[in-house]
């Protein structure tokens, strides 16, 4: 890359990127501070003890901790083409890095035939444009809809409450299965240094261990009435059989 | 549901996120105003068709799909912060299994707002503390080492392991369909991995159609 395009592509870090990228961090970090302070006042009101609260926002920091250093992997490939402060913004915001990277991609090939490095500013300007305007429905439905929408789900409650709550189950099942099937699907993996496309036994078996431990843990709770394991027990399954995952790939399991 | 509450809540909820709207906005503004580059129409079409084409239906979808499973406050917060599926649907899942609270009432949606919010405050800091930490010290370069990739490259798989067993061995009718017409998807359709976010709402309405009709049937209650 010549001197001229580094100088170019040093406004990634210039002081309005930092600016507008921390206000609008600022911004969702307030927007979570007051819905949570909200919920918090109004759970104390409806009868829930500090304690309840207390196990539920510690175990919510927990069990998002994982994933949450997950999506910094990603944010090292996004980084290549906006650099950290804009990529943060993005991830941090709106979308998920299934939707960021393919959108930055797609719009860099079309624009210069090939990926992943932009060498131009316009193709970084033109992928953060399209990837804001390519995710923007829900801020637009929910204020316009959602209450209407909730009304129409608290009718249905009303009316008969057994079916809520098995259409309730059903809505998680219905995402759940999604997910379960995903494990399965044939993906690019790396074996004896060639790019094989199969079924990952090591996602089967990361999904399989995190089964078994939540299992481990159900027993737990149940013999020796551990009842503060039971805001733990999906966090822990998920942060152990990820460390499993390690193991399981030393020993050859791809 | 108290009424008042849930108001105060949709009017808030409004506000910030039609703040939030205007701010993701002016990113992009931002960035060509200080550059002096702005994508020409030309430019802009192409890989925005691309993207609305396939996004716009997906996360319309999702409104409706992950809403009822969020609660009120939640699902203002949520759709602000993204990582639906990967985080902020689960731990509010999580934290109202945890107290046994009955999801879609007052209480439920109490605790799942708290549960996202704290969330949301966490993976921010994260995020940002990592975009700093990229900037100063060898970070980036650590984590594009191949030590941590087979940990971090089956998050999913160790999430829903865990959620999936509580789920299905406690719904294995309604369970049954969709998980099989998952699996045969995934396994036999080309490509198919890239697809998983579309096949959420198609996996919710398969098993709303099947709890339906065994719900009607008397089979479940």
New interface residues.
């Given amino acids: 890359m010549s001197e001229i395009e580094v100088c170019h592509m040093d406004f990634k870090n210039s002081v309005w990127i930092y600016l507008v990228v921390g206000i609008i961090f600022s911004y969702v970090l307030m927007q979570s501070i007051f819905f949570l302070v909200r919920a918090y006042k109004k759970a104390i009101e409806s009868g829930f003890t500090k304690e309840d609260l207390k196990k539920t926002i510690l175990s919510s920091a927990v069990f998002t901790l994982a994933p949450s250093f997950a999506i910094l992997i990603g944010l090292v490939t996004l980084t290549n083409i906006f650099g950290s402060m804009l990529a943060g913004m993005r991830l941090g915001t709106l979308g998920a890095l299934t939707y960021e990277l393919p959108t930055a991609e797609l719009v860099i090939r079309t624009l210069q035939g090939f990926t992943p490095q932009p060498t131009e500013v316009r193709m970084i300007t033109t992928a953060l444009w399209v990837m804001t305007f390519g995710c923007i429905p829900p801020l637009l439905i929910i204020p316009l809809f959602f209450k209407k929408y909730n009304n129409k789900l608290q009718d249905i409650k009303k009316k008969d409450n057994t079916w809520n709550q098995v259409m309730m189950d059903a809505l998680f099942i219905g995402m759940i299965s999604a997910f379960v099937g995903f494990v399965v699907a044939p993906r690019e993996l790396e074996i004896n240094g060639e790019l094989v496309t199969r079924i990952s036994l090591l996602s089967i078996l990361v999904f399989l261990t995190s089964s078994v431990l939540i299992i481990i843990f159900g027993v737990l709770i149940k013999k020796f009435k551990w009842e503060w394991l039971k805001n733990y027990a999906l966090p822990l399954s998920m942060i152990f059989s990820m460390a499993m995952a390690l193991v399981y790939f030393q020993m050859g399991v791809r | 549901?108290n009424k008042a509450?849930?108001d105060q809540?949709?009017l808030?909820?409004?506000y910030?996120?039609?703040?939030?709207?205007l701010?993701?906005?002016?990113?992009?503004i931002?960035?060509?105003?200080?550059?002096g580059?702005?994508?020409t129409f030309i430019?802009?079409l192409?890989?925005?068709i691309?993207?609305?084409s396939v996004?716009?239906p997906i996360?319309?979808i999702?409104?409706?799909?992950f809403?009822?499973?969020l609660g009120?406050?939640?699902?203002?917060?949520a759709?602000?912060?993204?990582?639906?599926?990967?985080?902020k649907?689960?731990?509010a899942?999580?934290?109202q299994?945890?107290?046994n609270v009955?999801?879609?009432s007052?209480?439920g949606d109490?605790?799942s707002?708290?549960?996202?919010?704290?969330?949301?405050?966490?993976?921010?800091?994260?995020?940002?503390l990592?975009?700093?930490l990229?900037?100063v010290t060898p970070?980036?370069t650590f984590?594009?080492s191949d030590v941590?990739?087979?940990?971090?490259?089956?998050?999913?798989?160790?999430?829903?392991?865990?959620?999936?067993?509580?789920?299905?061995s406690?719904?294995l009718k309604?369970?049954a369909i969709?998980?099989l017409?998952?699996?045969m998807?995934?396994?036999f359709v080309p490509n198919?991995?890239?697809l998983?976010?579309a096949?959420?709402?198609?996996?919710?309405?398969?098993?709303?159609i099947?709890?339906r009709i065994l719900?009607k049937k008397g089979m479940?209650?």
């Fill in positions: 549901m509450y849930q809540l949709h808030s909820g409004r910030f996120m039609l703040g939030a709207l701010l993701f906005i002016s990113a992009p931002t960035l060509s105003l200080v550059t580059e702005w994508p430019e802009f192409p890989g925005f691309a993207t609305a996004f716009w996360t319309t999702e409104v409706f799909t809403t009822p499973m009120t406050g939640s699902s203002y917060l759709f602000v912060t993204g990582n639906l599926t990967s985080i649907v689960p731990v899942l999580n934290a299994d945890a107290l009955e999801k879609g007052e209480a109490l605790i707002t708290i549960a996202v919010a704290t969330s949301s405050i966490v993976t921010t800091l994260i995020i940002l990592g975009a700093i990229f900037i970070l980036g984590l594009e941590l990739n087979p940990a971090f490259d089956n998050v999913l798989p160790a999430l829903f392991g865990a959620l999936g067993f509580v789920y299905i406690k719904r309604i369970a969709p998980i017409f998952m699996l998807f995934f396994l198919s991995m890239g998983v976010g096949m959420v709402p198609v996996g919710v309405l398969i098993s709303i099947v709890s719900y479940i209650k």
